[in-house]
């Protein structure tokens, strides 16, 4: 696992190499996530990261709210456990993302 900058992130989103992936609540990722982020709020299981990720050899990277949080981290372990052998951490989370000016993609609520 190795941490990974917003310019680097914002590379590999243009040329859509990575599966990106926030490690916080559905409602944190509902009010602001950046975009093609899929929401993972528990460790991901071999299921789970199947779902996200079928191929082992994909880069993963898993952010959360900013440097104080540590659920991104625990993902990414999570994830090499399962045996991903590309799995990267954005550090500085949608804290570091909307101070640079960033866009984050809130999740329209319907009514049922």
């Known amino acids: 696992m190795m941490d990974i900058t917003r310019d680097e992130l914002v590379t590999l989103l243009r040329d859509g190499a990575i599966v990106l ?10 009010s602001g ?7 993972l709020p528990q460790q991901p299981t071999a ?9 082992l050899h994909t880069t993963l ?7 104080a949080c540590t659920r991104s ?3 990414a372990i999570a994830f090499e456990k399962l045996g991903y052998t ?11 993302w909307y ?4 866009p984050l993609t809130m999740t329209e609520f319907t009514a049922a």
């Open 99 to 102: 101070d640079a000016g960033l």
């Open 33 to 39: 996530h950046i975009e093609t982020a899929v929401n």
């Open 47 to 55: 299921e789970t990261a199947a779902s996200i990720a079928p191929d």
């Open 73 to 75: 981290k625990a993902a």
């Open 61 to 67: 990277v898993t952010y959360c709210s900013g440097p």
């Open 21 to 30: 992936v926030e490690a916080l609540s559905e409602l944190h990722y509902n």
């Open 86 to 96: 590309d799995v990267r951490v954005y550090t500085g989370g949608k804290v570091d």
